[in-house]
């Protein structure tokens, strides 16, 4: 098939239907012979152990007691690098959905693809920004329809647009995930199908990616913009070249993940230096991904393949999501014992929204995207 613009005036009746669907180049004689890679378990249970370390720095740096949660949260840069963990998750898994949708049909679908994410991600933030307006017409917390907007609209983490509330907050994280979302075709077309992607659909995604870094928000700078897509990219990088990383990491998982974690939790002890303390989230960029992936290939694999902490995994984004509502100021002005309560609850309450609706929705989204592909 020729290379070039969907556009081009040249390439006649076969526009429509590349509009629609990215096809394998017949460069790649293997394609046909791939199949869809296995789901791995481990990271589910890391999803269980990243939004546990979300949880654990909403608890212990936003009380004023007791002190001990106080040093935590100060020696402990928990809450950052859970949500890290989760961008490069995502780099992962999507990245290794695609590599096997091409495997096993020589395409990539690009209706399929967002007709999956949407019903897998809108319900559930859709229905937690509903009850967190409904709860601010009562009264009990301070949020309305004008916090929820940008929140829904996935920009969050654009200072310019920043009315989310403590309540919408953690959706920053959401928005740079579904900005990627929006280039993620453009680069399967680029790296995995050598061929130029639609212009009109690239720019307009890139504007929108571009947002964050142009207008970053205060508290974090454009350092967010930077890491986070490094964390997608060694996510793509590492599932396209995911036999070779299992090879080159199994003789020495246990000791990758030991300094991984080291070098991890050697950040606060740098603060005594501002230019070392600074730059030291660069270090991230690869302490991450090997702390995952050194984690799965070694004894710690069997952990965090554990029944319990998979299914918390599975459920993780509704716990991130309704986990704001448990941590905010509902409860952090009671003793620890009741916040600790409302986080308990919150876990029961996303199991059941889980087996009711999400997983029905997840399961309409596929059939649904078999049907656009």
């Given amino acids: ?27 790649d004689p293997g ?10 378990a481990y990271l589910d249970g890391w999803r269980a152990v990243a939004v546990g370390i979300v949880i654990l720095s909403h608890v212990s740096g936003f009380r004023a007691g007791p002190p001990l949660l106080k040093e935590i949260a100060r020696w ?3 809450g950052q690098i859970g ?45 937690y920004l509903m009850a967190c ?34 309540l919408a907050g953690h959706t920053w994280s959401l928005a740079f995930e579904e900005q990627f979302y929006l280039l993620f075709p ?31 928000l205060s508290y974090s700078g454009k350092y967010d913009f930077y890491l986070v897509y490094g964390l997608f990219g060694a996510g793509f990088l590492a599932a396209r070249h995911e036999a070779a990383v299992r090879t080159a990491l199994q003789p020495v998982a246990t000791a990758g993940f030991m300094a991984a974690a080291a070098v991890i939790l050697l950040m606060p002890a740098t603060m005594a230096w501002p230019v070392l303390y600074n730059n030291y989230p660069l270090v991230f960029f690869i302490a991450i991904p090997l702390l995952v992936l050194c984690a799965g290939l070694s004894g710690l694999g069997g952990f965090l393949q554990a029944g319990w902490l998979r299914y918390l995994g599975r459920i993780s984004y509704a716990i991130y999501l309704w986990q704001e509502l448990a941590t905010s100021e509902l409860t952090r002005r009671q003793p620890l ?26 399961r309409l989204g596929r059939r649904l995207s078999e049907r656009v592909a």
């Fill in 1 to 27: 098939m020729a290379r070039g613009w969907p556009f081009s005036p040249w390439r006649g009746s076969a526009v429509l239907a590349e509009r629609r669907t990215l096809k394998l180049e017949t460069t």
């Fill in 31 to 40: 394609a046909a012979t791939r199949v869809a890679p296995p789901r791995l």
């Fill in 76 to 78: 402990l840069p928990v």
């Fill in 83 to 127: 949500v890290l963990i989760f961008f490069f998750i995502s780099g992962y898994v999507i990245s290794r959905a695609a590599l096997g949708e091409i495997g096993r049909s020589g395409e990539f679908s690009v209706p399929a693809f967002y007709v999956r994410r949407a019903f897998r991600i809108i319900p559930p933030l859709a229905l």
């Fill in 133 to 166: 307006v409904g709860l601010g017409a009562l009264g009990l917390v301070d949020f309305h329809f004008r916090n929820a907007i940008p929140a829904f609209l996935y920009v969050c983490n654009v200072e310019a647009f920043n009315q989310c509330q403590w």
């Fill in 186 to 216: 453009a680069l399967v077309s680029l790296v995995l199908l050598h061929r130029r992607p639609l212009l009109p659909l690239l720019c307009g995604a890139l504007v929108f990616a571009a947002l964050p870094l142009l207008f970053p």
């Fill in 337 to 362: 014992l009741v916040e600790l309560a409302a986080v308990a609850a919150v876990v029961g309450l996303c199991a059941l929204l889980f087996e009711v609706m999400e997983k029905p929705l997840i």
